[in-house]
């Protein structure tokens, strides 16, 4: 079973800078994708930014050019920095890993974590 744990919403100011983390526990080997997406109130989750372990990275197009998106393998740690906030962003932020390999030889898909709220103030 794979835990995410996030960390770091918070409340900001429209321009303003927040950075997500996320980390991954329980008996892994290895994952293919770790990402974000983020559900407002009314509106259906969306991708914010998904990486592979190879270090692809994918954006939602809302996000293109102030998100940025890292990931540690080795520590199964993955990173969100969000610049230029807007009002829009506010949010709940969830973590998400994908095709997990697992120490006993299983796999799972689609873990999430509990969430972050983001709430940026205009």
């Known amino acids: 079973q794979v835990q995410l744990v996030e960390s770091g919403g918070g409340l900001v100011q429209a321009g303003g800078s927040l950075r997500l983390s996320c980390a991954a526990s329980?008996?892994?080997?290895?994952?293919?994708?770790m990402g974000w997406y983020r559900q407002a109130p009314g509106k259906q989750r969306e991708l914010v930014a998904a990486?592979?372990?190879?270090?692809?990275?994918n954006y939602g197009d809302s996000v293109k050019g102030r998100f940025t998106i890292s990931r540690d393998n080795a520590k199964n740690t993955v990173t969100l920095q969000m610049n230029s906030l807007k009002p829009e962003d506010t949010a709940v932020y969830y973590c998400?890993?994908?095709?997990?390999?697992?120490?006993?030889?299983?796999?799972?898909?689609?873990?999430w974590g509990q969430g972050t709220q983001v709430t940026v103030s205009s």
């Open positions: 990486i592979t372990s190879g270090g692809t990275t």
């Open positions: 329980g008996r892994i080997v290895s994952i293919y994708v």
């Open positions: 998400n890993a994908d095709r997990i390999a697992a120490t006993d030889g299983s796999r799972s898909y689609h873990s």
